[in-house]
Structures are given as C-alpha cells and as structure tokens.
C-alpha cells in the first residue's frame, strides 16, 4: 500500500519523468532521417518544389542563408515543443475543473503515435512540420472563439510549412463540435450541424487562399509537385481506400491483434455514447465523424492519381485515438466506470509508449550496424576502383535480427525506420567529389532493370550480408535478404 501511496501522490512526477524518458529516446539516436542524409551531404535545402516555400524561409533565417549547417538538436526541440503545446492546449479545453491523469492519458496517442513519431525524426524538417501540426490546431481554436479571419491565416501559412499538417485542424474540430451540449437534443443537433458548416468554410477558405496564391504561382515544379496536375474525382474512393490499408499495419502482429481489440471496443463505446446523447441522430453522427477522419487521413491525396501515402502525413491517426478516448472517458463518467476508464488509457498509453521505445532502439542498433558496413563497403569501393563517372546503385536493405524482432512485434515501425535508398547519400562524406547514383522511378523498375542487366555485371565479393556487382558504368550493393543467411 505504501508503494500505491507513494504513486498516487507523486503521479504528476512521473508523468512527467515517463514523457522526459521518451524524449530522451527520440534524440539519443542521432540518426540521419531520410531526407537529411542528402540535406547534410549538399548542404542545401529547397522544400518549395513540395509546395513549402515558407518552410524554405524559415530555414534561410535559422541557417543564416542558403547553404547550413546541421543544427541538431535544436530543430527537433522546437518541434517537441510545439507538439506538447498542442497537447496541452487539449488538456486545457477538455479538463473540466482540474487536470487529472486520465485526461492527460487520454490525448498522448497525439504525442506518441508511430505515424507523427516519422515526422519527429528528420534534423530538418521536423521544425516546420510540427509548427504546422500547432498553427492548424490554433486555427481550430480561433473559430471556436469566432475569430474566423485569423484561423484562415493560420491555414493559410500552415499549408506553406506543410499541407498534411492541415488534417490536425479537421481532427480539432471534430473534437469541438462533438463535445457540444445542449439540454434539447434537437437543438443540440442544428447547433452541431451549424458548427461543423462554419469549421468547413474556414478550411475551404484557408487552402483555397493558399491554392490561387503560392500554390498556384511561386512554386518551382519538381517530381513532387508534377503530380498535383493529375488530380481526378475518380482518385476518391481508390485513395481512401488505401489509407485505409495503410494505417491498417498498426493492427498487425501478436501486439496488434491486442490493440485491435481494444480499438474495436472503443469504437463500440463512441457509438453508445453518441446514441444516448443524440438519439436516432447519433448513428448519422458516429458515421459522419468517422468519414470526416477518413477523408482528412488521405489530405492532399485525397484526388491525386499518384498519391503518397508515407507514415508521416497519417498524423490524423494519434488524434482518432485520442477522440476515441475522450469519448470512452465521458460515457464513463456518466456510467461511473472509473476503473474501466483507467484500465484502456494505461493499456493504450503504455502501447503507444512502447511502439516509441522500439523505435529509438531500432535506430540505434540499425546506426551502429550501418556504421560498420559501410566502412566495408567503402573499402569495397575503393579497392574497384571507382571513377566519378560511375553510377552506384543500392538493392534492399539488410538490418541485424535484434530490428526484425522489433518489427515482428510492431510492424508498423518497418514504415517508420530509415529507407534504403540513402545509402548513397552516407557514401557521400567519403569522396572528394559527388557520388552519382542511378534514378529509378520505383523499386520495381530498379529491380528489373538489375535483372535485365544482371549478366553484365562481374561479381567481385560476395559477404555475409550483400553482394558487390561491377561494370564499366556501374557498381551495384544488393543487400541479401535475412532468410538466405
């Protein structure tokens, strides 16, 4: 009992010293994140062919101009700090009186799920991807406090840092017109319709703004962008349906099959709580809350013919689960089913926590493994005597069993670790000149072209974990599979 007592009268502590821990987990890996690789091997930046110009400012002040520095960790201390200013502005709204653990656990899926987790990571791009995550929810919160013109301007320089940030004010603003009370359930329902039209107008205002402005005239077009052209209302159910399968990955595996069934539960109690609160309307509420999720999951790739659905613009995920939580932990105050209500946020919150905690030891183990094959692979390179006009190409990826077990238990983080496809970029540092790597517009098109070309090729060393082809024109590292060792 005094073990329980203690707790109890020092739970604010050790929130606050679990939240430290993650922190601590997120940066100790000091890892180079997709993109930064070739970011920090050119030393430049230009995220306005991706529709970002502002974010293309915002680092031209904090680098001092167009060629910097990596300024780790600063970057991602910022954006840590506006994602805990986004949660605390929730838990500032929803606390009825005082702040208790409860409503603290029930927004933390926003702060640790795995899809907004991929957004933190980058050096570089963290910064402006979770300011835009704030300034969307800021906008959220001024309609509610009918400061329409300001929340189009926060939509409007959000979509400028990053467009599937945008999806955080559709979630914030499902929050508000949910949660609005009304002794006469009719009225109740015209209020909730009425507000929900104004939070869609301000949206629809804030991105039409940024379209026929930046969007529309000072982007430089690059691979990125070109698609945008190709959007169709023939692409809407299609995209949904593959967002759908995208996030579907978190319910997979032996942790997932668990989640799965919690997940299914707090969608069932969403429903009851929505029936008894609106009546027959409630079944037309549950599902026009869940198709408002939905289509703010797909963002801008809601039309587009070539979507890109990658983990870090699914950021609607953790705020879905928070709204499910919030949902579950008002219908048990009105049942008085505390200890129901303790049990599924502790549960949710330590699977959240622990999906975070893998990550941080994958990367780690995946960097110190990297960092010794690639020493081999250098040295395989300069021992064939590698010339500036050759091409390199990289096949697959080998990470060490310790990830695969990760990945087995949450299989999600196979989507959140670093991409193969850089390993050109860590060669980088290595020569006095650029290294040219070979463009393919997919894996599958790189893959036969291997398979086409492959008899052209000399095999000069064949290692434990890859295998080293060259040509007069090219070399190629193709990574062997875990099962053919």
């Not at 987790?117 to 919160?141: E, G, P």
């Not at 110190?368 to 692979?377: H, P, R, T």
């Not at 500036?388 to 077990?405: D, T």
Request: hydrophobic letters at 45%.
């Amino acid at each position: 009992m005094e073990v329980l007592d203690y707790i109890k009268k020092y739970k604010y502590h050790l929130f606050i010293a679990i939240n430290l821990l993650w922190i601590w987990a997120l940066i100790s890996p000091n890892i180079y994140y997709f993109d930064d690789n070739y970011r920090a091997a050119g030393g430049f930046y230009n995220w306005g062919g991706d529709f970002r110009p502002f974010s293309d400012w915002l680092y031209y002040i904090l680098g001092m101009g167009r060629n910097f520095t990596d300024l780790t960790p600063l970057p991602q201390l910022f954006a840590l700090g506006f994602i805990y200013y986004t949660y605390f502005l929730y838990i500032k709204k929803f606390s009825a009186e005082k702040i208790t653990i409860p409503v603290l656990l029930t927004f933390l899926p926003i702060v640790w799920s795995p899809f907004l987790l991929s957004n933190l990571y980058f050096r570089y791009d963290s910064i402006f991807m979770l300011l835009a995550v704030l300034l969307s929810v800021l906008a959220a919160f001024n309609v509610d406090n009918n400061k329409n013109f300001r929340a189009v301007v926060l939509l409007f320089v959000a979509c400028g840092f990053y467009q599937p940030a945008i999806v955080a004010y559709v979630c914030t603003a499902l929050f508000f017109v949910y949660f609005i009370k009304n002794d006469d359930k009719n009225k109740m329902f015209n209020l909730w319709l009425k507000q929900s039209l104004t939070y869609f107008i301000i949206f629809l205002s804030g991105i039409a703004l940024y379209y026929f402005t930046i969007m529309k005239f000072t982007t430089d077009y690059n691979f990125y962008s070109a698609t945008h052209s190709q959007m169709s209302i023939q692409n809407l159910i299609p995209n949904i349906i593959k967002v759908i399968q995208e996030v579907g990955v978190i319910f997979k595996g032996d942790t997932g099959s668990i989640f799965f069934a919690i997940f299914s539960y707090l969608i069932l109690i969403n429903l009851i709580f929505l029936v008894k609160k609106f009546s027959y309307l409630g079944v037309i509420i549950f599902f026009t809350i869940q198709l408002g999720f939905i289509f703010s999951a797909t963002g801008v790739n809601l039309l587009l013919e070539t979507p890109y659905f990658w983990y870090r613009t699914l950021i609607f995920y953790g705020f879905y689960i928070s709204y499910l939580l919030l949902s579950s932990l008002y219908f048990f105050k009105l049942e008085n089913f505390k200890k129901y209500s303790y049990t599924i946020l502790f549960f949710v919150s330590f699977y959240f926590l622990s999906i975070a905690l893998s990550a941080s030891s994958a990367q780690k183990n995946k960097k110190q493994f990297e960092s010794n094959l690639m020493i081999n692979i250098i040295e395989d390179v300069y021992n064939s005597n590698y010339n500036a006009n050759q091409k390199i190409i990289f096949y697959g990826e080998y990470n060490p069993y310790i990830i695969h077990q990760i990945f087995l238990k949450y299989p999600v983080l196979e989507g959140v670790i670093s991409d193969p496809i850089y390993y050109t970029y860590k060669l980088q540092n290595y020569f006095p000149y650029q290294v040219n790597s070979k463009r393919f517009r997919n894996n599958y098109e790189k893959y036969n072209y291997f398979k086409k070309n492959k008899n052209s090729y000399i095999l000069l060393k064949d290692s434990m974990f890859y295998k080293f082809y060259k040509n007069e024109s090219e070399i190629v590292i193709y990574f062997k599979s875990v099962e053919t060792n």
